[in-house]
């Protein structure tokens, strides 16, 4: 049976109109964004924004900008117009927030839009009114230098659109952190926020530091260190706020000039490092400047995200920059770059065979810690720390000693914590040396050599039921290697995929790895991924009698130094749940609280 060919033809305006609307107003909240923006663009230094009914009703954002000349009220709400760019050139790195013409154009599709505005040079302002499908009215009006823009019944003439709405109050809480996103990159605006009469926020002109302060107090956190650092011509500032109360979700806000955005792996790099030095979820504002030219902020019709052409350096310069800049925030001891971390050594000391089985091969560069000594022996600990930084933690650790010998362990319960025995981390010192306190004693863990000992164990496991578990990486890595080596990648795909290992051509002379084994938590990136595949290839081209050594590849996969302290606790609780004693583990040691106190810690 044949059918008739459809014919193409020209989308009827107003439908038109409407499908790119959709793109751009999502709800309440996406025209008060948009409304925002303009204001900003137009030099605003307050703006007031009025809502009734959860802007479901009626939506109203009056600023104090330059405004709108009258004979350009209608050419403002047609499609594609502004004033803001005048060359493809500009796209690459507005300085705009508005700039592609279609916020009020797209409102104005689904709603009854109200302009009044005047210029500083016209008598008085003028009022435009239009309604979707209706010829626009116009008139003069009162009204002071500025503009404001009144939204009614947003998609009453889309009731499919409209039915996807939610309640009032679920819609006026995003309307809501809307607002609050625009002050926070705005800290030189007034912003006041209204609804159904009642004042719901009140923010004057403030400094950068101050308008943080102001919206980390509104989400229920007082503010907390806080870093400014430049690394490779990109400008981290990050503000960290400490909850008055635990909170389920913890806030976690990433500003790329000037735009609140959704960038997920730069909001990872900060809670990592965050958790790397304490144990907890950050509520935080991140500000990543790049140099010009670097970002593509046009990739999204709402400007929610945006793009980098250099996305790896950009992610590794805000890596560094937290790296330098969160330790001295928190007033805690940096890590300046060294040859090889601290080891906890005695004298006399020798690796015993029960503290090497299973433990897998020595990572390089680090020594594994001697087993417990004679009482006599006398322990040092070299460290790449400021020596001011190791008497404050050494005096820390003597007054526990001292505690612990003069009486009674009062249990520490952490909501994570498990039932007997019971442990409190004191402390986790530079080069990833955690310090625990327990009935018996202080305990301290190597932590890089516990989590090769660890995940040895575990891969072993996993091995045994079939194959690694492989986790994506959120940014896929490009691995240069010797065209033998992609060849072999290309040949025992299968078996890299067997250690978790995902591997996919990349030209002539390289392979891209989207995946990792999943027991590497997430630790392994940007280098560490490189040294992964070069340790596991020989592995592979020797054959599957070398399981053992291609396990031993992937355990040795060292995470960032930095990483390691966040996992202090499930370390311990992982060693605990072995059954085995701690002393027999590599890189564990114990010490007697009166042993402590007798050698001045």
Known sequence: MTTSTPRIRVLPRALAEQIAAGEVVERPASVIKELCDNAVDAGATRIDVDLIGGGLERITVIDDGCGIAADELELALALHATSKLTRAEDLVDPSYLGFRGEA?????????????????????ATRLRVHPG???????????????????????????????????????????????????????????????????????????????????????????????VTVDGVTVRAHFGR?????????????????????????????????????????????????GGVVDVNVHPQKLEVRFADPQGVYAAVRRAFAQGLAPALSMPTLPAAESPPVWRGPSAQPSRAADEGS???????DRMAPLAAPAATYTLRTRALD????AARTRLHAEASALAHGPVEPVRGPSAPDPPVFELLDCLPGGVALFRM????????????????????????????????????????VTLAPADVALCGDERERLLALGIVVDGFGEGAVVVRAVPAALDGCVEGPGIAALLA???????????????????????????????????????????????????????????????????
């Open 104 to 124: 009020l154009a797209s409102i104005a599709a689904v709603a009854a839009v109200t302009l009044i505005s005047r210029t500083l040079e016209a008598p008085a």
């Open 134 to 228: 209706l010829d626009p009215e116009r008139g003069p009006a009162a009204g002071p230098v500025g503009t404001r823009v009144d939204v009614e019944r947003l998609f009453a003439n889309v009731p499919a659109r409209r039915k996807f709405l939610r309640t009032p109050g679920t819609e006026l809480s995003h309307c809501t952190e809307v607002v609050l996103r625009a002050a926070l990159v705005n800290p030189q605006i007034a912003v006041r926020l209204t609804h159904d009469g009642r004042t719901l926020l009140e923010l004057p002109r403030a400094s950068a530091d101050e308008r943080v302060g102001q919206i980390l107090e509104r989400r229920g956190a007082e503010a907390g260190p806080r870093f400014s």
């Open 243 to 291: 909850p008055a109360a635990p909170r389920e979700r913890p806030e976690l806000t990433v500003v790329v000039r000037r735009r609140v955005v959704r960038e997920r792996v730069i909001a990872q790099i900060a809670r990592e490092a965050w958790q790397s030095l304490l144990a907890e979820e950050p509520v935080a504002c991140v500000f990543v400047d790049p140099p």
């Open 360 to 366: 897998g091969p020595p990572l390089p560069g680090v």
């Open 388 to 391: 001011d930084d190791y008497v």
């Open 439 to 478: 009935a018996e004693g202080i305990i301290a863990l190597d932590l890089l050599q516990v989590r090769n000992v660890l995940l040895l164990r575990r891969l072993h496991a996993e091995l045994g039921q079939g194959g690694l578990a492989a986790q994506n990486l959120l940014v896929p890595a490009v």
């Open 535 to 601: 340790r596991v290839l020989p592995t592979v081209r020797a054959g599957a009698r070398e399981r053992e050594d291609a396990l031993a590849a992937v355990a040795a996969s060292e995470p960032p130094h930095a990483s390691l302290p966040r996992f202090a606790r499930r370390f311990m609780r992982e060693l605990l749940a072995l059954g085995e004693p701690l002393d027999s583990i590599a890189g564990v040691r114990r010490w007697s609280a009166a042993d402590l106190v007798a050698r001045g810690s």
